[in-house]
C-alpha cells in the first residue's frame, strides 16, 4: 500500500492503494466517482476511458502508481453542466439506449475533437473502434461527433 | 423455484413462457387495475407543517401534487429499449400532462402492487399500452370533473394540456390547484373511463426523448454497481469450470494474504441440472474493494470434482445434432403430405444451417448489491429484467418469505435476456448473509462470458420441392438445439411449444405440404434466451432457403415472398400442430392473428422505401428477408459494398416495421439501429464454444461483437403508420437481418452462407 496523490478533475485526492491498482479501480471505489465504468478490464471494450493529460486512455489498464502528476479527467470533470458539445450534441441526437458505454464513448468522442477538431468518417472509425456498444449506437455517435465538430 | 418461467414446464396453456406471455391472470388483473377494480382508491397523503401538501394517488402509476408536480411510476427495467419512457409517456399523454415538468421514479419489485414487471419478450408496450391509458385517462376525468363542478361548466367542454385543465370558454386551473377537490370524489368505474380519440395524443406517435437522457451524458445514471452503500464489501467469486461440477476441498491461504481481503466463504452450488435462477458452486472472496476481491481471486487454489459434463465438446455436439436432423424426428407441424410431395418433386433443394452459442455480452457485467440486515430481511439492488423473479429466489435461497426481501431496480447496462436470471443477485445475498455485511457481487468479463446463459447451438436441415411448373410443392423442416427447459431438466430434450413457436412452426408460407420436425439434443451448460431467442436460427434458415427457392423458380426475393404468401388472409397454425400447441406469444391467436395482409404490405412497403428495383438494376448487391416475431412484422433490406481496400462493408440497411401503435417513434428507430448492429455481430463475428466442458472464450478479443468500422452504416427505419393495438420492437429487428446480410453476400461472391458466424 502507498498513498497517491492524485489530479482528477481539477482537484488533489488522496488515496491508500496498492501500486498495481487500475485507476479504474480508484476512481470508482476508493473516490466513489461511477461514472467511469467497467466493461473488461482488459481495455478491450473502451467503457472505462478518461483522459489523461488531455489523452485518451483505458482506466482500467493503467495502474496508478503510473500516473503520477498526470491530470486525470472522467465524465464527471468533462464540464460544468454537461454542457460540453459532446454531451451536448449527444442529447441532441439521443444517442444512448441503455447508456452504460456512452461515459466512455463521449470521453474517447472529446479526446478525438482535441486532437482533431474536424475529423472525417474514417478518422471518426478509427478513433472510436476501441469503444464497444452492444446496443449498437454507433450510427447516432458518429452523428453526435460531427454534429459536436462543428460547433466546437 | 421457476415463479415466471412456467414455458418451460410441459402442457399447460398457463405455463406457455412467460418470457414471451404475459399471463392471462396478469393482463386480467392489469386490466382491471387500471380501470378501477383494484384501484387503490383515491390516496391522499398529507405532508408539511401545515399538512398543505396533497398528493393524488389514483393508481399505482402516478400521482399528481398540490404542487403541480405530476410522478409517473416506471414499473419496468429500463436495459435501452426506452420502456421506462415509452409507457410514463402513454399515461402522461392521456393525463394531459406537461412532460417537461414530470418526474419519473423506478418501482421495486412488487407484482401483487404493479402488475408484470417481467421486461422481456418485447411485451412491455403489447401487454401495458391499454392499462396505461386507462391509468392517466382515470385520472384526467377526475380532474376534468372537479373543474367542470366548480365553474358550473359541462365536462364535456373540458379537456386536459400541459398540465391544467381547460374549459371552451377560456377558464382553466392546473392541476395542483383541484386535486385537493378530489378527496370525495369517487373513481370513475372502468366502462366509464373515456380514452382520447388517437387524433388527439401529443406524445404518443413522437420522439420523446428517452428520460435519462441528460444523466447518462453526464455520469450520473445509476446502473447495478454504482450503488454504494456504507460499510459495503465487494465479493469477486471463483466459480465451477465446468456446469455441474462440485468443490472437493480448497486452500484460501494465499486469497487472504491479498491485502484488501477480508473472507472467502464457499457458495453451494446447484449441481447439474443447474437450473436458471440458481447461484453457482463456487468460492467467493471478499474485500474491501473490487481490485483487492479479483486478485484474491486469482490466487485461490480450488480442487474440483468436474462432474458429468467434463468430456462435453460443442462442435462434437454440434456435428452430431447435424447428424441427428437426418433421420425421422418428432413432428411438431403437418400438412398435406410431404412425402407424396418429394416423391412426385421435379426438384429438391436440401440444405442444413448451423449457428454457434451465443453469450449476452452486455457491457455492464452483472453485478448486484444486497443487504441482509439484522432482522434477517434483505434488501436488494440490481440492474434485473425481473424484480419479483429476483425477489423469489433471493427469499427462497435465504429461506425467508417473499416479503422480507426488497428488490430495488437499477438501470441495467444491456440485459437481451441475461438479467432476466436472478443467479447473480442469489449470490450477492448468500455473500450478504455470510459477510454479516452489504456485499456488492461483481462480475468481471470472463465470468459474464463462462457463466452466461447461452443461447442454443443449433442445427436446421430444409428440403423444399418444387413441381414441374415451378412451384413450391413441400417443405420439411428439421431443428434440433438444446431447450431452456434442458437447464431446469434433463428430460427436456426437445425444444418446448414456445421456441418451436418462435420462427419454426409459425412458417407463413402458403405451401400445399409441410412437416416440421424436431430432434433430441442434450443441455450440458446454462441455456437461456438471447434477443429474439429461437427466431435467430430459425428465420436464418428459412430465409436462406426462401432465397434458394426464389433462385430455383427464376423469381425476385421479394416478388417470390409476396407470391408465396398468398392471398390476405390470418393463419392460425393450431390445426395443424402434432401434440403441441401453438403459443402465438402468449397471446390468443384471434386477438393477434398472423395476418399475411400486413406482411406483404411491409414487403411492399420495403420494396419502395428501399429503392429496390432501381437499385437492382443499378447492379447494387442486396439481401432481401421478412420476418415477424413477437408479434411485429419486419421486413429487411441489407445492401453491401466491396470498399477500396477490398472489405466488404454494410452501406446501407433498410427496415419497415408494423408494430401496430407507434407509442415512441424514436425508440422504435433505435431499436433497428441497434438491432441491425446487434444481429452483424450474431451473423459475422460471435460464437461461444465449448472444450472439456469449458467455454474458449475469455474477453472481447475471442468472443467478438461488431465495432464500428464494420457496422452497418444507415438504417433506415420506416414505421407503418397504425392504429392497430401495439406489438413489441425490442427483439424483431434481429431475425431478418440475419438471413437478409447472408443472402447479399451470396450475390457480392457466389457463396451460400449455411453456418453462423460466416466471414465478411
Redesign the interface.
Known amino acids: 500500500m502507498a498513498k497517491y496523490t492524485l489530479n482528477i478533475n481539477g482537484e488533489n485526492k488522496e488515496v491508500d492503494a496498492v501500486e498495481d491498482m487500475p485507476l479504474l479501480w480508484v476512481i470508482r471505489d476508493l473516490l466513489g466517482m461511477k461514472g467511469t465504468k467497467f466493461g473488461c478490464g482488459q481495455a478491450f471494450c473502451g467503457a472505462c476511458t478518461v483522459h489523461l493529460d488531455g489523452v485518451a486512455v483505458r482506466s482500467c489498464s493503467v495502474q496508478v502508481s503510473s500516473v503520477g502528476d498526470g491530470q486525470i479527467t472522467t465524465i464527471e470533470g468533462l464540464s460544468e453542466d454537461g454542457d460540453h458539445p459532446v454531451q451536448k450534441a449527444w442529447v441532441e441526437h439521443i444517442v444512448p439506449q441503455c447508456g452504460y458505454c456512452q461515459s466512455g464513448q463521449i470521453m474517447n468522442a472529446a479526446a478525438l475533437l482535441n486532437s482533431n477538431s474536424n475529423p472525417s468518417e474514417a478518422e471518426i472509425e478509427q478513433a472510436m473502434e476501441g469503444n464497444l456498444c452492444r446496443c449498437g449506437t454507433y450510427n447516432r455517435i458518429k452523428d453526435a461527433i460531427v454534429s459536436a465538430s462543428k460547433s466546437m | 423455484m421457476l415463479p415466471n418461467i412456467p414455458f418451460l414446464q410441459k402442457n399447460k396453456r398457463e405455463d406457455q413462457s412467460k418470457v414471451f406471455v404475459p399471463s392471462r391472470r396478469d393482463f386480467l388483473k392489469l386490466g382491471s387495475l387500471a380501470t378501477g377494480g383494484l384501484i387503490l382508491g383515491v390516496n391522499f397523503q398529507c405532508s408539511g407543517p401545515k399538512g398543505e401538501l396533497v398528493t393524488f394517488a389514483p393508481n399505482v402509476y402516478l400521482t399528481i401534487d398540490s404542487d403541480n408536480l405530476v410522478t409517473l411510476v416506471a414499473h419496468r427495467s ?5 420502456i421506462r419512457t415509452t409507457l410514463p409517456q402513454i399515461v402522461a399523454d392521456e393525463l394531459g400532462a406537461d412532460w417537461s415538468k414530470i418526474k419519473i421514479v423506478q418501482a421495486e419489485g412488487d407484482e401483487e402492487k404493479y402488475g408484470n414487471q417481467n421486461t422481456d419478450g418485447s411485451f412491455s408496450v403489447r401487454m401495458f399500452y391499454e392499462p396505461m391509458r386507462k391509468a392517466g385517462a382515470t385520472a384526467r376525468q377526475m380532474l376534468i370533473a372537479a373543474a367542470a363542478a366548480d365553474w358550473g361548466v359541462d365536462e364535456a367542454e373540458c379537456d386536459t394540456k400541459d398540465g391544467m385543465v381547460h374549459h371552451l370558454g377560456g377558464k382553466s386551473a392546473s392541476f395542483g390547484d383541484l386535486v385537493g377537490k378530489l378527496k370525495d370524489m369517487p373513481v370513475p368505474a372502468a366502462e366509464n373511463v373515456k380514452l382520447r380519440e388517437f387524433s388527439s395524443y401529443n406524445l404518443i406517435g413522437t ?1 420523446v ?2 428520460y ?3 444523466n ?8 447495478g ?2 450503488v ?1 452503500l456504507p460499510n459495503m464489501k ?1 465479493a469477486v467469486v471463483k466459480r465451477t469450470p465446468v456446469i455441474g461440477a462440485k468443490i472437493i476441498s480448497y486452500n484460501d491461504e494465499k486469497a487472504l494474504a491479498v ?2 481481503v477480508v473472507q472467502v466463504v464457499k457458495i453451494e452450488g446447484s449441481g447439474f441440472p443447474p437450473g436458471l435462477d440458481k447461484a453457482l458452486e463456487g468460492v467467493a472472496v471478499i474485500a474491501d ?4 476481491a ?1 486478485k484474491g481471486r486469482d490466487a485461490l487454489e480450488v480442487e474440483w470434482d468436474l462432474g458429468e459434463n467434463q468430456n462435453y465438446n460443442s462442435a462434437d455436439q454440434l456435428a452430431e445434432m447435424l447428424q441427428s436432423t437426418k433421420g425421422k424426428g418428432k413432428v411438431r407441424r403437418e400438412r398435406g403430405d410431404f412425402d407424396g410431395a418429394n416423391s412426385s418433386a421435379s426438384k429438391k433443394i436440401e440444405r442444413t444451417y448451423e449457428a454457434p452459442f451465443y453469450a449476452h ?5 452483472p453485478a448486484a448489491i444486497a443487504h441482509v440486515k439484522a432482522d434477517g430481511s434483505c434488501e436488494v439492488w440490481a440492474p434485473t429484467q425481473h424484480p419479483q423473479w429476483a425477489r423469489g429466489a433471493v427469499a427462497g435461497a435465504l429461506g425467508l418469505d417473499a416479503s422480507k426481501v426488497k428488490v430495488n431496480v437499477t ?6 435476456g441475461r438479467k432476466s436470471k436472478p443467479d447473480f443477485v442469489v449470490e450477492a445475498a448468500l455473500i450478504s448473509k455470510a459477510a454479516n455485511a452489504p456485499v456488492r457481487v ?1 462480475w ?2 470472463d465470468d459474464d462470458l463462462h457463466f452466461d446463459f447461452f443461447h442454443s447451438q443449433s442445427a436446421q436441415r430444409i428440403n423444399a420441392t418444387l413441381d414441374s411448373s415451378g412451384k413450391l410443392t413441400g417443405w420439411n423442416h428439421h431443428t434440433v438445439f438444446p431447450a431452456i427447459g434442458s437447464t431446469s431438466s434433463k428430460e427436456e430434450l426437445h425444444p418446448s411449444d414456445g421456441e418451436m413457436g418462435l420462427g419454426c412452426v409459425d412458417f407463413p408460407f402458403d405451401v400445399p405440404n409441410i412437416r416440421i420436425e424436431s430432434h433430441e439434443s442434450t443441455g450440458n451448460t446454462r441455456v437461456g434466451w438471447l434477443r429474439s431467442v429461437s427466431n435467430i436460427h430459425h428465420a436464418f434458415a428459412i430465409h436462406s432457403m426462401m432465397d434458394e427457392i426464389a433462385e430455383a423458380r427464376g423469381k425476385d426475393p421479394i416478388e417470390n415472398a409476396l407470391e408465396l404468401l398468398g392471398e390476405d388472409r390470418d393463419i392460425t397454425f393450431q390445426p395443424e400442430m402434432v401434440d403441441g400447441e401453438y403459443p402465438n406469444y402468449g397471446e390468443k391467436i384471434e386477438d393477434y392473428p398472423w395476418n399475411t395482409g400486413r406482411m406483404k404490405n411491409v414487403i411492399q412497403t420495403l420494396k419502395e422505401k428501399s429503392n429496390w428495383t432501381a437499385n437492382k438494376e443499378a447492379g447494387k448487391i442486396m439481401g432481401f428477408a421478412a420476418h415477424k416475431s413477437f408479434l411485429t412484422y419486419v421486413g429487411c433490406v441489407v445492401i453491401l459494398e466491396k470498399g477500396s481496400d477490398g472489405k466488404i462493408l454494410i452501406p446501407e440497411v433498410h427496415y419497415v416495421v408494423d408494430c401496430g401503435v407507434a407509442v415512441n417513434t ?1 425508440r422504435i428507430r ?2 433497428f ?6 444481429a452483424t455481430s450474431l451473423a459475422t463475428t460471435s460464437a461461444i464454444t465449448f472444450e472439456n466442458g469449458q467455454v474458449q472464450q475469455n ?3 475471442t468472443y467478438q ?5 464494420a ?5 433506415h427505419v420506416h414505421i407503418v403508420e397504425s392504429q392497430i393495438k401495439p406489438t413489441g420492437v425490442g427483439e424483431p429487428p434481429v431475425p431478418p437481418f440475419i438471413p437478409a446480410l447472408a443472402n447479399a453476400m451470396y450475390r457480392m461472391n457466389g457463396q451460400r452462407i449455411y453456418k453462423l458466424p460466416f466471414k465478411v
Open positions: 429500463e436495459m435501452g429499449t426506452g420522439d426523448p428517452i435519462d437522457l441528460k447518462i451524458t453526464v455520469g450520473k445514471a445509476v446502473f454497481a454504482d454504494d465487494i491485502p484488501g474493494n473490487t481490485w483487492a479479483i455480452a452486455t457491457i455492464e457485467p438501470l441495467l447496462g444491456g440485459g437481451f461483481q468481471t468479463r424514436d433505435s431499436q439501429e441497434g438491432g441491425s448492429q446487434f474477453n472481447f478479443d461483437i461488431i465495432r464500428m468500422p457496422s452497418p452504416k444507415k438504417i
